[in-house]
């Protein structure tokens, strides 16, 4: 079932961040790097700007990730592990908390796929390779690893978004487990009350991906659609109907990329664009997060700060 959505939406806006590694990077640099996150830092800049939640990438592909998980290196079998000593998501609640900033995580569907042997131990095949079209073997482990971590944060973390969900009809679309149920149960272990949205790519108009999913990933690459426009050179983004609060029962959500590309530099919109587009969205009481860069250190740069932080004072005046 669905879980209230209200607070997401009264939010407005928040902001994303692409932390990560290459796949190369040893255990000792990935530990090191993740040492040097000053969670405090972050804290104070995103409480500058007003941003009401924050997202952070757990991992994506290079088979790192921000926080230790003993059920993720006992299927992958990955020594030294490559899940941090440092638990960076429990550290960074800690000093958002106290701003009254939520913290919400992103995880792909497919967790490892540039790191070899964790993806054969894990189970992970490409679709022209699986013997198994729904990779089952697979799904269990993943979503062992996810529940510890839910386990673990409990309502420390506010909401999941889940990239890579390009497979539904044949990974997630069953009756029994694993399928979305049973995805969403690992990951609301530790929070039922926490919001779940799983993503099928660039979709426009924004669709809801399964039926009891909290919000819309809302992935959105390249131009901002408005009404019947689209700003830049992708006619894909044209007709593009008028938004509500809920597409088929999910809260209305958009992600799209402050720089040229996701986690790039510099900005790629005036302000004036930023905040009218963000204002736009609210109106209609939808949501929309903006990825913005940020450094091994955590620090955000300067120029996005700067249109975040109109997008903060903009949106207070719709309170």
């Known amino acids: 079932m669905r879980v209230d959505t209200d607070w997401f939406r009264d939010c ?15 255990a000792d640099e990935w530990n090191r790097q993740v040492d040097r996150f000053d969670t405090h830092r972050l804290a104070e800049q995103l409480a500058s700007v007003g941003a009401p939640y924050y997202f952070l ?3 994506q592909g290079s088979g790192h990730y921000c926080s230790p998980n003993a059920a993720y290196d006992r299927h992958a079998g990955v020594l030294p592990s490559k899940c941090s000593r440092r638990d960076l998501v429990a550290d960074l609640h ?8 939520r913290l919400l995580v992103y995880i792909p569907a497919d967790p490892s796929t540039r ?6 131990r894990l189970g992970w095949q490409n679709a022209d390779q699986r013997t198994d079209p729904r990779l089952a073997d697979f799904q269990r482990r993943w979503e062992d690893a996810i529940r510890e971590w839910s386990l673990r944060w409990g309502r420390m973390v506010s909401g999941w978004w889940v990239d890579g969900c ?15 149920q049973s995805f969403a149960a690992a990951m609301k272990a ?12 660039v979709a426009v108009p924004v669709i809801s991906h399964w039926e009891f999913e909290d919000f819309t990933a809302g992935e959105i690459a390249g131009a901002l659609p408005v009404g019947g426009w689209g700003f830049g050179d992708n006619p894909d983004f044209c007709n593009f109907g008028p938004i509500k609060r809920w597409v088929n029962g999910a809260q209305y959500h958009l992600l799209c990329f402050l720089g040229p590309w996701w986690c790039q530099s510099p900005p790629r919109f005036p302000t004036e664009l930023v905040v009218g587009y963000t204002l736009y969205v609210n109106r209609h009481e939808g949501v929309i997060t903006w990825d913005v860069p940020i450094g091994k250190d955590g620090r955000i740069p300067d120029a996005f700060l700067d249109q975040l932080r109109a997008v903060g ?3 207070r005046t719709l309170r």
């Open 12 to 26: 407005r806006w928040g902001v994303f961040t692409h932390y990560l590694t290459k796949p190369e990077t040893t």
């Open 57 to 59: 990438t757990l991992g």
């Open 94 to 101: 800690e000093a958002l908390a106290p701003k009254g900033i």
């Open 115 to 120: 790191d070899a042997e964790a993806s054969r």
């Open 166 to 180: 390009y497979q539904a009809d044949t990974m997630y679309r069953h009756p029994d487990p694993p399928n979305f």
């Open 190 to 201: 530790g929070n039922p009350d926490a919001i779940v949205a799983f993503n099928p790519g």
């Open 313 to 315: 004072k903009a949106t």
